[in-house]
């Protein structure tokens, strides 16, 4: 299913340089602030927004795919408590694009039918159940388990993102493991401070081990790496944390963020910052040319990374990318 969508990015990348126009290839859609759980080093389930419409949310991806959208990622808060994300997959698919949701996994049994047309599944399993329960809450580990069982039974593809913190710094061969006896991959990225986080500086990993860790990544990686979709680049990136490396950012130029209000940011680092642009009001195309991205020194968010070194043409990311749309 995902694999003729990657001829659209392709495309659309090609039109970018050869026309030097925003094209909002990749989009995030906030679809909620609700959320049935209260991680740690997460505020958003802290906000009680108005929601837009499934009317609005079906108008704001006609108008990105008429400029450019090839992947929709569906995040909340909890996305699965919206009534109505199934039509909102269902909607995305049928305009062609690659389509995945971030999810706690605590709702993905209940509504396994609705996700018929998702092309990747995004939970972020932490480590073994302690570990995992820690860090988010009891219970939370049976439940992502279950989603990821199910998930893979209905043929729904599974990226999980694994926040490294001083929690579960030591059980990476846990989840090495556990993706290879479920099949699923990893992507990973340090915990760090945003917008929208809650305060991490109690959980962030010992430096010397994180970095052990990385440096073991990177290697496992360029052996076979099987489970580890997270490009070489992206893992050296990260191994500089808590230092920013320099890297070319398209954030507003080839990826955007929507959020639950219809506000477009370049990313999500910007919300709160700037006075963004609301498409309900100025219609998409206006919203995307009239955001703006306020100097930043950079971020740790494993897509935005994999995405600028991308869209910078980075080989080795560009290869990475091809093979873990092969899956």
């Not at 990657?6 to 026309?19: I, P």
């Not at 993102?161 to 059980?171: E, F, G, P, Q, R």
């Amino acid at each position: 299913m995902i694999k003729p969508k990657v001829l659209g990015l392709s495309k659309a990348l090609v039109k970018y340089y050869a026309m030097k126009k925003r094209t909002p290839i990749s989009v995030t859609m906030q679809v909620s602030d609700k959320c049935n759980y209260s991680c740690s080093y997460c505020n958003v389930w802290k906000m009680h927004r108005k929601e837009m419409t499934t009317e609005q949310m079906f108008k704001i991806m006609d108008e990105l795919k008429e400029i450019g959208m090839q992947r929709v990622g569906f995040t909340g808060g909890e996305p699965l408590l919206r009534k109505d994300i199934g039509q909102l997959i269902d909607h995305a698919h049928k305009l062609g694009i690659v389509t995945t949701l971030v999810t706690n996994g605590s709702l993905v049994e209940k509504r396994i039918h609705e996700l018929k047309n998702l092309d990747i599944l995004a939970p972020s399993l932490q480590g073994p159940e302690k570990v995992h329960d820690k860090q988010i809450k009891n219970g939370a580990y049976k439940n992502i388990i279950n989603a990821i069982k199910i998930a893979r039974e209905n043929g729904i593809k599974v990226w999980n993102v694994v926040v490294l913190t001083k929690h579960n710094i030591d059980y990476v061969d846990f989840l090495l493991k556990k993706a290879e006896e479920m099949d699923f991959y990893l992507h990973f990225q340090p915990v760090f401070a945003y917008t929208l986080s809650g305060d991490v500086k109690d959980v962030m990993p010992p430096l010397d081990k994180y970095r052990n860790v990385i440096k073991r990544l990177i290697e496992e990686k360029k052996r076979h790496g099987n489970r580890i979709n997270s490009s070489v680049a992206c893992l050296k990136y990260h191994y500089n944390y808590p230092n920013y490396g320099k890297l070319r950012c398209y954030a507003g130029e080839l990826y955007i963020w929507v959020d639950v209000d219809g506000k477009v940011y370049p990313c999500f680092g910007m919300i709160g910052k700037i006075n963004a642009p609301n498409a309900l009001d100025v219609g998409v195309k206006n919203a995307v040319n009239r955001t703006v991205r306020l100097a930043c020194p950079g971020c740790f968010c494993h897509a935005y990374i994999e995405m600028n070194n991308m869209c910078s043409l980075n080989f080795g990311e560009m290869l990475n990318m091809a093979k873990i749309m092969r899956q």
